[in-house]
């Protein structure tokens, strides 16, 4: 009988201990306070009952985990969301692409293995890079491709500019600009161009642009991309318009202007030689474009620009020559309108 009473007892206090194991394992039960990281596991762990001092790696799962327990020493990529993540938290060691977000990160817990590209940043994984002819943003290859473009040079500013005013230029070096003039036109009298007349930009829309010696853009490109508030002049080709042309003395030049207001127009020309002289005269413009011939009847560079409403436009340059005699010139065949 006394042996009896004291098996009952043992098997009593077997059971208590076991309820009080089995109650302390549950989630529901568990506190800060009762949590060491001996008696957590992944079942039993919930966000409420979590500490940084009783994580470990290997008891920590995406589900309970919050940015307030996570400390980067229980931190792996495997247990990492960005829901989780804070920039206090994070180091190189255990951040991924996945689980990056801008909120998140810091420039120091980011290396070049866990951007979000190979280099740059968030925004742009080309930023911060030195652009070379074979790595160049987009942005930048219309300019690139302009600079690498040869330029005619002529040597303008001479001891002896007379001599060089009087040399003829045979065909090759007028070749490049052929669509931008003619031989015969009417001529100009008492002023620098002829009178401006409206010009219907949607029957004869040139394919491109042309910036001084180079750079070019689709003209709907250029249409869609530039104020229609400023004042603008061109030089009208065949299909391109440009601001820079090479022609032989005597030949006559087609040229458009943009001016957003109509109104009295100042339009001014600069000859450059081995002296330099300058004309004015006011014409008046149509709102929108208009057209105009100008007569290169001076060997020179000549450079134009007009101001209507006091707002200058860009200004366009011809430079002119003399040319080798006739019998060596192939015909110009197109013609301006």
């Keep these: 009988m006394k042996y009896s009473k004291i098996l009952l007892f043992m098997t009593a206090l077997f059971c208590l201990a076991f309820q009080a194991c089995a109650v302390l394992d549950s989630p529901n039960n568990l506190t800060p306070a009762n949590l060491a990281p001996g008696n957590l596991t992944p079942a039993n762990l919930t966000p409420a009952n979590l500490t940084p001092a009783n994580l470990t790696p290997a008891n920590l799962t995406p589900a309970n985990l919050t940015p307030a327990n996570l400390t980067p020493a229980n931190l792996t990529p495997a247990n990492l969301t960005p829901a989780n993540l804070t920039p206090a938290n994070l180091t190189p060691a255990n951040l ?32 911060g890079q030195v652009s070379t ?49 003619v031989t015969s036109g009417m001529p100009v009298i008492g002023g620098i161009i002829s009178n401006p007349i409206k010009f219907d930009i949607t029957q004869k829309t040139p394919s491109n642009v042309y910036y001084g010696a180079g750079v ?9 991309t530039v104020a229609s508030k400023t004042n603008d ?18 030949t006559w030049l087609q040229l458009i202007a943009y001016a957003p207001v109509e109104g009295p127009a100042g339009f001014y020309e600069m000859i450059q030689t081995d002296t330099t002289s300058s004309k004015y005269k006011t014409y008046q413009f149509n709102q929108g474009y ?4 100008f ?10 620009y007009f101001v ?29 309108s």
């Excluded at 209507?308 to 013609?335: E, L, R």
Aim: hydrophobic share 35%; aromatic share 14%; charged share 5%.
């Design 233 to 250: 002049l061109w030089i009208q080709g065949a299909t391109n318009w440009t601001q820079y042309v090479v022609s032989p003395v005597g």
């Design 133 to 181: 002819r074979t790595n160049s943003d987009p942005g930048l290859a219309g300019m690139l491709q302009w600079l690498d473009q040869p330029v005619p040079t002529f040597p303008w500013y001479t001891t002896d500019g007379s001599f060089f005013y009087s040399q003829a230029y045979s065909y090759t070096t007028f070749s490049p600009f052929t669509e931008y003039y």
């Design 295 to 304: 007569n290169a009847d001076q060997v020179g560079r000549h450079m134009l």
């Design 96 to 127: 991924t692409p996945a689980n990056l977000t801008p909120a998140n990160l810091t420039p120091a817990n980011l290396t070049p293995g866990n951007t979000t590209e190979s280099h740059g940043d968030w925004i742009s994984p080309n930023m």
């Design 216 to 224: 070019g853009l689709p003209f709907s490109q250029y249409a869609s």
């Design 290 to 293: 208009n057209t105009m011939n």
């Design 308 to 336: 209507v409403n006091s707002q200058p436009s860009n200004v366009i340059i011809v430079d002119v020559f003399a040319q080798t005699p006739a019998g060596s010139t192939p015909p110009i065949v197109h013609v301006i």
